[in-house]
């Protein structure tokens, strides 16, 4: 079956699945891996140039030049000069927030901006607005960025922060850019990615429909249309109606054949030829079951009333204006992006400079493993990752204390097993503040079972349903005797600002797992 094929079938209403196991049997069992495709790459290259952005100011110059006539004066423009994209940034230059914003905010591996623009689009209109209505000018100023890669390029407000995670897999460049803005609140995820899979199924679909749509300038894949025809690239504002009203703000390539229910609705685009595939928006999934929605509405009015705010305005603006080239040369494999390796070839991450990773054993004749040891600049073990066949995890609690999640972010894992056990990264800290040993934490990848934070006296940072059984990769998968304590609360806030930290992020959500 064709890569694309497969991967709408994976979504397909009438599938049905049954209930998901509670989250203790969860943890107990493996699901097994769903269809996953792969976009090759050749070794052609095509430029690609970005013309919305020039026709955007000539159009501005007209518009400004045929109202001086009709009024009958000379008027004098000084639209300032035109900033074009900068060269991608080396790796560990941080992005400058606005002087309005005084925090710092964490950046995993590379993040950039460019110089903000000289001129101000307006706004785009909601649909349906009154032509005739004034369009008030946004006073936010807009800045452009070019990825690490070299292959995608984007507008974004001044003040808001990227980070990014390039890595090269088999000769490609591929890489996962998070926009936070100036509060913190990440807006939208691009990800250029090696692989993508089916959907997520459910025993009743839900309705849905799309409440905005704009066609962006991005060509598709030749090859991949002939295969499997679909209707061009467009922003999309969705929404599916279940127990509340769901939505997502993103791109995604037009469905030839509409329906009106769905289990998931896919946030993805071919691209151009020769640049991996796409994800950009809030989620790669929108799920029917509203799990991790990115946006939840009390009614459909209260979902088209978003429309007229700031954030929706400013989150279209900068997915629009998303252009996509083929990497003009492969990504230099300095130390600060090199991708280690697992011996059986199955797991590999981003390594941070200075640090060193080696195979070490794993599980037990019951129980098969596959594990890695990350160690820092010292030698310090930082971080471990294991993979296989696993017993339960349980234990009895006699005092439930307090979980806080201070930081969440997506994971570099799009299978579909990782999609449907919603997979991401987590830093979660424990109150044991009142038997005094003050607050304990785990930072990694878990699911939707092991993520909780729920009071308890335990945490384990695991995912379950992984094509070899169970997979942690975190500083430490369960609780341990002498694990560190922060004193407080500011300062297991204060350790995300840490070097430390900020590594390991950016290398946990980097995983990529193959089978």
Not at 245 to 263: E, F, H, I, N, R
Not at 471 to 487: G, I, K, N, T, Y
Request: charged share 15%; net charge neutral; aromatic share 6%.
């Amino acid at each position: 079956m064709d890569p694309i094929q497969s991967l709408i079938s994976g979504a397909d209403p009438v599938r049905r699945e049954p209930a998901g196991p509670d989250a203790e049997a969860a943890l107990r069992q493996a699901l097994k891996e769903g269809p996953v495709f792969s976009d090759s790459r050749s070794a052609k290259v095509l430029n690609f140039d970005h013309r919305r952005r020039s026709r955007a100011r000539l159009a501005g110059v007209l518009t400004l030049t045929a109202a001086a006539v009709t009024a009958g004066v000379l008027v004098t423009t000084n639209l300032g000069a035109l900033v074009s994209a900068p060269s991608p940034a080396p790796a560990g230059t941080v992005a400058a927030p606005s002087p309005a914003t005084a925090t710092p905010t964490a950046t995993p591996t590379a993040a950039t901006t460019g110089t903000p623009s000289a001129t101000q689009p307006p706004t785009p209109s909601a649909p349906g607005a009154s032509a005739s209505a004034p369009v008030l000018a946004t006073p936010t100023a807009w800045t452009t960025f070019t990825d690490a890669t070299g292959q995608a390029t984007f507008e974004h407000p001044v003040g808001w922060t990227l980070s990014e995670s390039p890595q090269t897999i088999q000769g490609g460049a591929y890489n996962v850019i998070e926009v936070k803005n100036a509060a913190g609140k990440t807006m939208s995820t691009l990800r250029l990615v090696y692989d993508s899979a089916g959907g997520p199924v459910c025993p009743e679909p839900k309705p849905f429909q799309t409440l905005d749509s704009v066609v962006v300038d991005i060509p598709q894949k030749a090859d991949k249309l002939r295969e499997f025809a679909r209707g061009p690239s467009a922003f999309v504002f969705r929404i599916i109606q279940g127990d509340k009203v769901y939505g997502s703000l993103a791109l995604a390539d037009g469905d030839l054949a509409p329906k009106t229910a769905t289990c998931g609705l896919y946030n993805g685009i071919l691209g151009p030829d020769n640049v991996p595939l796409v994800h950009f928006g809030d989620t790669t999934w929108l799920t029917a079951d509203g799990q991790h929605s990115p946006l939840t509405f009390d009614s459909v009015a209260a979902a088209k009333a978003y429309m007229q705010t700031q954030e929706y305005k400013d989150v279209k603006r900068m997915l629009i204006s998303l252009a996509l080239q083929p990497a003009k040369t492969q990504p230099a494999q300095t130390a600060s992006s090199a991708r280690f390796v697992s011996q059986d070839g199955n797991a590999s991450f981003v390594l941070p400079e200075g640090w060193t990773a080696k195979d070490v054993p794993a599980g037990t004749p019951d129980y098969p493993a596959s594990g890695v040891s990350v160690s820092d600049e010292t030698g310090k073990t930082v971080a471990k990752f294991r993979h296989g066949t696993a017993g339960g995890l349980g234990g009895a609690c006699t005092e439930a204390y307090t979980i806080t999640e201070l930081d969440s972010a997506s994971s570099s894992l799009t299978p579909d097993w990782a999609v449907q056990r919603g997979v991401r990264f987590s830093y979660r800290v424990m109150d044991q503040t009142s038997v005094g040993k003050g607050f304990t934490y785990q930072l990694g990848l878990v699911d939707r079972s092991s993520g909780g934070t729920q009071s308890s006296c335990l945490m384990y940072t695991v995912v379950s349903g992984t094509p070899q059984g169970m997979l942690s990769f975190a500083d430490r998968a369960v609780q341990e005797p002498a694990e560190p304590h922060f004193a407080s609360m500011a300062e297991a806030r204060a350790y995300m600002e840490a070097p430390e930290y900020q590594k390991l992020k950016a290398m946990i959500q980097s995983l990529e797992i193959t089978s």
